[in-house]
């Protein structure tokens, strides 16, 4: 499995909440943009990593995108994938009007550690309906580019193997989405400022 889309996988209350919180978020960080931070990474960046545990969030903003992150329907979606899964990382990215092209990933494995017999998916949760103008996820089958136009409450699973980019958001109107990666191995342990690394069970 390279990718795959699952149609209206988000519940409205969660669709709902994540609608919100992600701007919420956005406005929070914006203006921490390249200030150290705590965990994942060490720096504040457009990708907001490791949502659920940010420092500037509150407690109980942070266990409510926990909750969802390590839910009992994402955790049916990845034991799918992953038989004995790991969490590793969940994003906010919240995309306005780009300047610069298109990004192009060789895949999300590239930027790891090298961990032999290392398999990752990511969970992206389309939060608002993706169109030319602001923005689709094109994957490359080994042949040519496919063009995806998931809708709002869509999940789109992404191997760690696969090779994909986002086209820029060219509208007015920010394409929010909720990122949920997840690995068969603790990954995160050994990572500079520190990802999760513990299991992922229910």
């Not at 790991?86 to 780009?98: A, G, M, P, S």
């Amino acid at each position: 499995m390279e990718y795959k889309v699952l149609k209206q996988a988000i519940s409205k209350e969660v669709l709902e909440y994540l609608n919100y919180y992600t701007e919420e978020v956005a406005y929070k960080t914006k203006h921490c943009q390249g200030a150290e931070r705590q965990n994942g990474s060490g720096k504040y960046f457009g990708n907001i990593e490791m949502a659920s545990s940010l420092p500037i969030a509150s407690e109980d903003e942070n266990k409510k995108l926990y909750n969802i992150y390590t839910s009992k329907d994402m955790y049916n979606i990845v034991r799918k994938h992953i038989k004995k899964p790991y969490l590793f990382n969940d994003e906010i990215v919240v995309k306005r009007k780009e300047k610069h092209e298109t990004s192009t990933f060789n895949y999300d494995n590239s930027f790891l550690p090298t961990t032999k017999g290392l398999k990752t998916i990511k969970l992206i949760l389309v939060l608002d309906d993706l169109t030319d103008e602001n923005g689709t996820i094109e994957v490359y089958n080994g042949r040519f580019w496919l063009r995806l136009y998931p809708k709002a409450s869509d999940i789109v699973i992404i191997n760690g193997d696969c090779v994909y980019k986002i086209e820029p958001n060219t509208t007015k109107i920010a394409r929010k989405s909720y990122l949920c990666v997840y690995s068969n191995k603790p990954i995160g342990k050994d990572l500079k400022k520190g990802f999760y690394y513990n299991k992922f069970t229910k």
